[in-house]
């Protein structure tokens, strides 16, 4: 079967899944999804890619637990993905640049549902305005994250400073994958397993050294399903927006993996 038939069959089976789903009769998708987000607030004046206000954050966790997922840590997930154990029906939640509004709006909607969630921190700029993204609010500080990992949520590295990782030399890719590591370590007193790329972009050095680093799963840009078989540098992601209301969501929830294009396997993936 070509590809394209295969993508479009899958895309036909989330549109009828979607339809059950919808009608509360929810089915099994094999594979895992992980939700990411970037910033969450309610300022009119920020028009940024991504910006989700906490009401649509509540609604779209709420739906993702009536649509039939289970919410579980991306630790968790990422763990039970490399033991070879059943994934089907789980969600995780992700919060890409740690922007302080993870803090003030996504932490308290996330504590009320007690949904987990794990943010992917850029150690340099903590406290500081995202030089990767104009117009975007501050990072959060080094407090607030701190604040964020007492009340049990997992941080992650995206670096230290969100740079492309496929321009850089071998000595600044080290210390940016590396450096980064550490600094969550001694800031939550735990080991950090997993890993974003800042933009999306990676390729076989930037996986290879991240691998190296000690990371055990990193996850691109990309959207799709986790699934078995995966290289655990290349790992898919849903992104997600205000738009994504619940007929959208229920479609994407309910595509299998082959609905995806095969750019999900490319090596340099797109803004994040």
């Not at 609604?59 to 630790?75: D, H, K, N, P, Y």
């Not at 993204?133 to 590295?157: H, I, K, P, Q, Y």
Request: aromatic share 8%; charged share 20%.
């Amino acid at each position: 079967m070509s590809g394209s038939l295969q993508q479009r069959m899958g895309q036909a089976q989330g549109a009828a899944r979607a339809l059950l789903s919808l009608a509360g009769r929810p089915t099994t998708v094999p594979g895992a999804v992980v939700l990411a987000y970037h910033d969450v607030g309610d300022d009119p004046a920020n028009t940024t890619d991504y910006y989700v206000s906490p009401s649509r954050l509540r609604q779209q966790l709420r739906w993702t637990t009536e649509l039939g997922m289970s919410f579980v840590s991306l630790a968790e997930l990422s763990r039970r993905w490399r033991a070879g154990d059943d994934i089907d029906g789980l969600a995780s939640v992700v919060f890409d640049d740690s922007l302080v509004g993870v803090h003030h709006h996504a932490m308290p909607v996330l504590l009320d549902l007690e949904v987990p969630a794990t943010v992917f921190t850029v150690t340099d700029a903590l406290g500081s305005s995202p030089a990767w993204w104009s117009g975007a609010a501050r990072v959060m500080t080094r407090d607030e994250a701190g604040e964020m990992a007492a009340n049990g949520f997992d941080l992650a590295s995206h670096t230290r400073s969100h740079p492309s990782l496929t321009s850089l030399d071998r000595a600044r890719l080290g210390d940016e994958v590396v450096g980064s590591r550490h600094e969550i370590e001694d800031l939550m007193g735990r080991l950090v397993p997993v890993f974003a790329y800042p933009y999306g972009h990676h390729d076989a050095a930037v996986r290879q050294a991240v691998g190296d680093a000690g990371y055990e799963t990193s996850f691109t840009f990309l959207n799709g399903r986790v699934t078995p078989g995966l290289d655990p540098f290349k790992l898919p992601r849903l992104n997600m927006w205000q738009g994504q209301d619940k007929a959208r969501l229920a479609y994407h929830l309910g595509r299998p993996a082959s609905s995806w294009p095969p750019h999900q396997q490319n090596e340099i993936g797109h803004l994040a």
